[in-house]
């Protein structure tokens, strides 16, 4: 399955000194509106990103997301509206300069065939006139940092790569400069499902070490409340139906849209983002303090996934014994109380609750 993606790294020259203004969105759209031949893809959009978040925009086809995208690195320009990268207005840079120093990543589109992974990976620092030795060492760095091995990646040709293989190839290219902002749109959409929720979570892990701002489209919501810190649910012409965290899209919809496009797997989705707490427990503690039994009865810990306590109960069906309840334990191993079915519900409500008085 091909998998490949474009990308435009930054040139590593960091984002203008008034932007790193403390508390300045790292991007901000401010009024943009974007028609195509008369036709309107967004609207009036306002949005700010906030310095190091990773923002998932999510939203039906044809509502304006790659649009909005491109629009930050003027692949496309607003028909009116203003696009700030720190405090820069866009259309006051370059845009070839504006590329590079915007980390771009799309789906479907290759690397270059007839460079190595390395090469691929050095495009950028080449084109600024690092020498040598200091590009090998970032390519070096980036291919450890996205999971391959340099000894036995760097020398290959991208059709000797697995799909998955050449988005880490791809990412770690988009990273070649360490650009302060980086643009994905679709970037695993064509990764199978298991090596897409590993690179979800690998990218998510490396995004939150290095502090880069990331705007990324998906269509898939579970990717978007998996690896976002906000989710921005968009309707047609790129209207901000709801900016929240991912609990807060699940457990409260804002709108009618966003409570179609979470849809029926909401428990579920609750169920993995959801942590077991102490008041959850059930009211009546079996024993606390008490060794507990062998693992082979299934205990859970506090801060444990919601889904996983369901999977602790779920054991015990068909078992000799099903007290319907699973022993808690502490950080130190101590037991503090059983989770139940109660113990869910009421985890649940709480989760319900909690965004619903914020
Ligand atoms: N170059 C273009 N010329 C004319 N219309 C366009 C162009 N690019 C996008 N559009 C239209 O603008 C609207 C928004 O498109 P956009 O690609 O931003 O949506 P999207 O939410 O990213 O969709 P998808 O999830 O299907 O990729 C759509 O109606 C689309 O047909």
Redesign the pocket.
């Known amino acids: 399955m091909s998998s490949e993606h474009l990308v435009t790294p930054a040139t590593g020259s960091p984002a203008a000194a008034p932007s790193d203004v403390a508390g300045a969105p790292a991007i901000a759209f401010e009024g943009v509106r974007k028609e195509?031949?008369g036709?309107v893809?967004?609207d009036d959009l306002t949005l700010r990103v906030r310095r190091g978040e990773l923002l998932v925009l999510v939203?039906?086809?044809?509502?304006?997301?790659?649009?909005?995208l491109r629009m930050a690195n003027r692949l496309v320009e607003p028909s009116a509206g203003r696009i700030l990268l720190g405090e820069e207005d866009v259309t006051d840079v370059d845009p070839v300069a504006l590329r590079r120093r915007i980390g771009y990543v799309i789906q479907h589109v290759g690397l270059f065939p007839h460079r190595t992974v390395a090469q691929n990976v050095g495009t950028v620092p080449g084109l600024l006139g690092w020498d040598r030795a200091r590009t090998r060492a970032r390519v070096e760095e980036l291919l450890a940092l996205v999971g391959l091995d340099p000894a036995r990646y760097a020398r290959r040709w991208p059709h000797e790569l697995s799909g998955g293989e050449r988005q880490r190839v791809g990412v770690a290219r988009a990273l070649a400069t360490d650009p302060p902002v980086l643009l994905m749109d679709?970037p695993f959409g064509a990764v199978d499902p298991v090596g897409r929720a590993r690179l979800q979570q690998e990218f998510t892990r490396l995004q939150r070490e290095l502090g880069t701002t990331v705007m990324m489209?998906t269509?898939d919501i579970d990717e978007a409340v998996r690896m976002a810190d906000r989710v921005v649910v968009?309707s047609r012409g790129a209207r901000v139906e709801q900016l929240a965290t991912p609990l807060e899209v699940v457990a409260r919809p804002a709108t009618e849209a966003v409570a179609d496009l979470v849809g029926r797997g909401r428990t579920a989705r609750l169920l993995a983002l959801g942590r077991l707490e102490r008041a959850d427990l059930d009211p009546a503690p079996a024993a606390p303090g008490a060794p507990v039994r062998a693992p082979a009865d299934g205990v859970v810990r506090l801060g444990a996934e919601l889904g996983d306590v369901v999977g602790a109960l779920t054991q015990q069906i068909g078992g000799a014994t099903a007290p319907g309840a699973v022993p808690v334990l502490d950080d130190d191993g101590r037991a503090v109380g059983t989770a139940t079915a109660q113990t869910v519900l009421r985890a649940l409500h709480r989760l319900t609750a909690e965004r619903a008085a914020s």
């Open positions: 195509y031949a036709a893809a967004v939203g039906p086809s044809g509502c304006g997301k790659s649009t909005t679709e489209v269509h968009l």
